[in-house]
């Protein structure tokens, strides 16, 4: 019997695309029954907050709403005032390279999402709901300077069940540094006042390895046992003009090959742990799992709309679905997205991608063409795939 893994990557309000995926294809079934479905769910950033609402809400529409409803949305992106903050940071606002959201106010906004279980303590929270399922959070340590873990099983490592709520566990896997929110999280956590950033930092944006590594570490599952649906929250791949061998038909399609400069480095920074075109971690996944490189087998499916140009007759092309403005604007879309024009773009492209007409990201794909050498080019395939190895 297969031991089945949910790993929900971060990425900010994309994450309304995870919410998306799980209700296409599990039409029908409440969230809970959902989470039943899987042995152990990891989760980091934006996707620790889909799991979270999965626990609080029977219905994924709801999950989508609090994404797609600006107001609601706001809770948790809450803008930092003129006057408000460190000057540092007002400094940095100005430069436009300081942060953007209050750290505090966005874990009262997760709080008041999750009324039902937001203040529940995160260890021994699937015996709460009822459930057989464990769940598994990735932050990153600020003081100590390495990536940590949330375990909600109460027999997880040394049997001691911590402080940490549940709201709390989100704030610390969401809280993504330097230009997103203006300070770490903070709270009790093993007895002492602990501070956090987001789980991305220590290298654990897609949490799919880490999972894994549970299951067979703690879990003593074996990895021809082990089976991940590993979904994210969107890839651009835009190839670099200098780079490549084809010519575009417009030059925004091509990735400026940017400056080397403080401001451009900071942005650089941010971003980059968010921005692996191919993730490491779902090929390391694929390769401990039993996969190779030589056949499209794997006991890994990695479900994420892929935004990208088309290669025709060797030129790079506008994708067929996105007219020019709607693409330049998706492409530039940051991982906050907060501006309602900003998610219904991003609402759209789910839409594409669910009906198979925006791509899918691979296992692996060929660095020339983007096209796919392992996994599935395409959501529906994908979604096939999920059921066929289960």
Known sequence: MSYK???????????????????????????????????????????????????????????IELFFIEKKRNKI??????????????????????????????LEGIEKSLPKYGKELFTGISEKLG????FLVTAFDYDFQKAIFFSSDPLHYDNNIYENTLAQTVHASSNAPIKY???????????????????????????????????MGV???KAEDIRVLSIGTANLMLPINSFCKHNAEEDFLFAPKLDHSLKNDIHKMAK???????????????????????????????????IKPILKNNIWCNPDNFGKNAFMLLVDIDMDAVEQDETQIIYYLGKKWIEGIT????????SETLEPVLGDPFFRAAVNTWFDII
């Open 131 to 134: 459930l057989k399922t464990q």
């Open 77 to 106: 992106f809450s803008k930092i005032h003129l006057f408000e903050g460190e000057i540092e940071n007002k400094i940095g606002q100005i430069l436009g390279i300081g942060p953007k959201y209050n750290t505090k106010r966005k």
């Open 5 to 63: 893994i949910l790993s929900l990557d971060g990425g900010g309000s994309w994450a309304i695309l995870q919410a998306m995926a799980l209700q296409e294809i599990y039409k029908g079934k409440s969230c809970k029954e959902i989470l039943a479905e899987f042995d152990l769910v990891a989760a980091n950033s934006g996707g620790s907050l889909i799991l979270a609402c999965m626990m609080e809400f029977d219905d994924m529409q709801k999950i």
């Open 181 to 215: 929110f203006d300070e770490p999280a903070e709270f009790i956590y093993k007895g002492f006042n602990r501070r956090f950033w987001d789980g991305a930092m220590g290298g654990n944006n897609n949490p799919a390895l880490v999972a894994v590594v549970e299951a």
């Open 359 to 366: 791509a899918n990201q691979a296992i692996r794909c060929d």
């Open 219 to 221: 879990y003593h599952q």
């Open 272 to 306: 980059c742990i968010l921005s692996e075109p191919m993730d490491a971690a779902t090929y390391m996944t694929h390769i401990i799992l039993g996969g190779n490189n030589l056949k499209n087998q794997s006991h890994i499916v990695r479900l994420n709309p892929l």
